[in-house]
């Protein structure tokens, strides 16, 4: 993976970007990359074994290397876990990576991976159900609460199929 191809994409965009360290390692069992602070320096993590195909390894690394220039920037005092936050943070990432790199489906700047468009389009469907379920759980300061809407979790792919199956989502 090109990770120093992937810090010039960034730096192209944002000559005054900072240093980012990156450490590759076999993973945790769970997500594939992420971002996080490591004494005050912002550090990039991608898990080898979780990596998606190539040309999408690209999208991830870029998407969760905007995740650590905005916690160099601006992002040191947000909130850990608060959907609102989580929203604004995975919304910047993915929109981010889209001016980037325009060429990629939605579902690779989603997923990281081609053939998702029919969960996006389940999600577009039910995004009245969505909202008001978001809304619900706005103010919450809690690490289960907000985890359940990212990383594909389980709960919003049923989320989306549960309303989708009972048509009770508006337009």
């Not at 090109?2 to 945790?28: E, F, K, Q, Y």
């Not at 996080?36 to 690209?58: H, K, N, Q, S, W």
């Amino acid at each position: 993976m090109a990770i120093r191809d992937v810090h010039a994409v960034l730096t192209a965009a944002l000559p005054d970007a900072g240093p980012i360290d990156a450490v590759v390692l076999v993973g945790l069992g769970g997500a594939n990359g992420w971002a996080t602070t490591i004494d005050g320096r912002p550090t990039l993590f991608m898990a080898v074994d979780r990596l998606p195909d190539p040309g999408y390894d690209v999208v991830l690394a870029l998407h969760e290397m905007i995740h650590a220039e905005h916690q160099y920037r601006v992002a040191q005092d947000w909130p850990a876990h608060t959907l609102d936050a989580n929203l604004f943070r995975e919304g910047l990432a993915v929109h981010a990576t889209a001016r980037r790199m325009p060429t990629i489906s939605a579902s690779g700047h989603l997923w990281f991976a081609p053939g998702m468009q029919q969960w996006i389009d389940r999600c577009h469907a039910t995004r009245a159900f969505l909202r008001q379920r978001i809304l619900s759980e706005w103010d919450r300061d809690d690490p289960t609460g907000a985890e359940k809407w990212f990383s594909g979790a389980p709960t919003v792919t049923e989320i989306c199929r549960a309303d989708a199956v009972t048509g009770s989502a508006g337009t």
